[in-house]
């Protein structure tokens, strides 16, 4: 059965447009949820999957990824460990469904941003900041989502998890990275897989580390942490210059 829910504005929401936090009380749980409020957009869960996996990402947060058990997180979600089997056939199959969760409300961020191409080549580190700055404040509005995200990246879980992930949730994202690529193709030049994970994993990091307190939640820190993820990203974010024939 499916239960529609009422958001309520959150703090620490992301800039007009974007996707914002809403928080919803329910089955003794909170739930922090990326919503656009200037639409009051309305969000439909399924009752007991929702209540087990919003259960288990709080249940990584407590117990950590290795030692939560199934009965931590029926505990948690105040169902019976029986009800938790009937829709995850184990501990493994339900950790990868809460990824996959998080993983597609942070994409979702980036469907509700107002993405213009022409300020790439006229403010191109204002176009970057536009889009990082909303995605930072996702997880630093999300406690849970983001230490559980943060653990399953860094454990044995994700590498045998990633060689079949789909991330086609991502495709908008995706057109604004081949929009840069066209604006500046030095970027094409970068080793993808450590461009992207120096940028979008190390958000996260500095990110628990703000939901964590050993960070300020505040501007400085976003503005430090932005600066520090793009000093060299910067470097690429130059139009090639047109070569010039030499006259004979």
Known sequence: MARALKAVPGRGAGTAGSGQKGVVKWGGLVYNLPVNMS???????????????????????????????IQN??????????????????????????????????????????FNPLRMLTDPMGAVKALWLPYFRFWTSHPDETVFYHRFRDST???????????????????????????FPSLDRVNQDLLWLHVLTSTVMYAKYVVEETLPNDQETEDTVFQLLTTGLSGYLKPDQPQKSGRK
Request: aromatic share 12%.
């Open 157 to 183: 879980f994700f590498p045998k998890y990633d060689k079949s992930r789909d991330v086609t949730y991502f495709k908008t994202f995706m057109g604004m990275v081949q929009a840069f690529k066209k604006a």
């Open 39 to 69: 639409r009051g957009e309305v969000i439909t869960l399924d009752d007991t999957k929702m209540r087990i996996i919003a259960a288990a990402i709080k249940a990584v947060r407590q117990y950590g990824l290795e030692g939560v058990r």
């Open 73 to 114: 997180v029926s505990e948690l979600a105040g169902i019976s460990s029986g009800a938790i089997y009937r829709h995850f056939e184990g501990k493994d199959q339900l950790l990868v469904e809460c990824f996959t969760y998080v993983d597609k409300q942070a994409a979702a961020i980036f469907e509700h941003l107002r």
